[in-house]
């Protein structure tokens, strides 16, 4: 019996975004209780569908594709809590 769940390969790049940037998707991501990559990598797909230059995918296929970048990023909240400054404060993650 074949499984409705296809793989597709993700793609990593590196994404320099402002303090006040970075502290707000840390506040996003903590309140929808999504790791920080997936949720950049939610807003950036919400984008470009709402752009038109991707299509929408079903909730099945988000979630499953969600779920493979969490196995990848399982130690995503220790590298913030080491990326962020003293100075932002309030995101409920530990300061350096």
Do not use: C, W
């Amino acid at each position: 019996m074949r499984s409705s769940f296809s793989y597709t390969p993700k793609t990593r790049f590196t994404l320099l975004v402002s303090e006040d940037e970075f502290a707000a998707l840390v506040r996003l991501a903590d309140a929808e209780r999504r790791p920080l990559r997936d949720q950049a990598a939610l807003l950036i797909r919400h984008e470009l569908e709402r752009l038109g230059y991707i299509q929408k995918e079903s909730p099945d296929a988000v979630n499953a594709g969600a779920n493979e970048s969490s196995r990848a990023g399982d130690d995503v909240d220790a590298i913030i809590s080491a990326a962020l400054p003293a100075s932002i404060s309030g995101s409920g993650h530990a300061q350096r």
